[in-house]
């Protein structure tokens, strides 16, 4: 019984300490060697693991240089065979002009004018989806119809430029390349500093650089004049009560590109365009969306000023502005700096390009009804306080004066031949005409 008990106690509490302690010892030891070569297996695997990460990575990011490499929408041979045969002029005396926005509204347009009389045109044009870009590629089509090469890329793509100027001797470019829009501004202020801040420096920073440097006629707005209640409005009246970022971008880049006329002697023309319309126009404006909106049945918002007052515009058509820019590019003088340096005093100018006849969003709404034999569904709602002025109204006596700017399509003969264009592009029945705006 006493050597049952022991037994137990023997069992239960070892006799020899030490032997525990032994076994205890071997046992920590064999589960410290065991935990310490697992710890170096997992050190060693967390090393294979970084090692494989990065190697990863770099073959990654060697797989994306070599495919933007390899699929750069520009470079290489034939792309600067296109882009020399497509500046080069026609006809003796012309003039070789790099169009920014060659793919957008007004861009398409000047770049045909442009080359019809002779001129060499190479298009740039970033193809951004701000409004629908199959009308884009469509316009760049019809560009190509006219033997004229639009490259794909954008006004902040500085080694882009560097090639450009130093393929082509640019007499001049016409820079339309922006963000559009007054009311967008909200929703995406940082594409205008991008676009009409950024790219506008860049751009000048590469016609600082050129050689021969080229004389600039870039797009303004007429959305500078912002707040100010005096009209008509008049280059020589004050703009500093900007309502929307979009005019403050503008105006910005007229303070900018005085900047560099005055360092550099890059000569200057700055257009200040009134809500430009017509045929191939852009889908964000409101004559083109609710031309979609009537045709589809859908209702149409228009804005009111305070006190229901119309808002009105100096809607201005896109042959008469396309007329002003070509004046402006034949009047303009060459840039004095060459090597980056400034050799004298160049030419600064702005212009305001409108109609000088503003009408009212509600007729502008009348004669499209009557064109397109359809009536709107109308909303009437408060002017939201998001960028729009009440009015616009335009001074173009300067224009008339210097550039022989006269313009001479009414709103009405305007509006016929936008609604022409307009069922001959989308068609009458086509539900989603104009649809990805
Ligand atoms: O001259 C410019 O510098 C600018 O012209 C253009 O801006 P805006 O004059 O604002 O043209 P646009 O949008 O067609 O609105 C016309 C009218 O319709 C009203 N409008 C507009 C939309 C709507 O749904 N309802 C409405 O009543 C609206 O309140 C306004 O009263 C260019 O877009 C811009 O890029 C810039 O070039």
New binding site residues.
Partial sequence: MEKKMRDLEDELFPSTPGKVKIERAHAMNRQFHRCFASTSTMFLWALFLIALTASYLSFQSFVDTSSKYFTASWGGLHWERQVRASALPRRSNGISVLVTGAAGFVGSHVSIALHKRGDGVLGLDNFNSYYDPSLKKARKTLLASHGIFVVEGDVNDARLLAKLFDIVPFSHVMHLA?Q????YAIENPNSYVHSNIAGLVTLLEACKAADPQPAIVW??????YGLNEKVPFSESDTTDRPASL??AT?KAGEEITHTYNHIYGLSITGL??????GPWG?P???????TRNILQGKP?????GKDRVD??????FIDDIVKGCIASLDTAEKSTGSGGKKRGQAQYRIYNL?NTSPVT?PT?VSLLERHLKMKAKKNM?E?PGN??????HANISLARRELGYKPSTNLEAGLKKFVKWYLSYYGYGRSNAGKNL
Avoid: E, H, N
């Avoid at 149409?300 to 009111?304: A, C, K, L, S, W």
């Avoid at 808002?311 to 201005?316: C, I, K, S, V, W």
């Avoid at 960028?387 to 616009?392: I, L």
């Fill in positions: 922006a559009a829009g007054v009311r797009a303004s707005s007429s959305s500078v979009y005019a503008k200040r365009f009134f809500t430009v319309y852009r964000d404006m409101a004559y083109f969306s609710f149409i918002t228009i804005y009111r808002l009105a515009r100096d809607f201005t409108g969003v502008l709602v002017m960028g729009d002025v009440p009015f616009t």
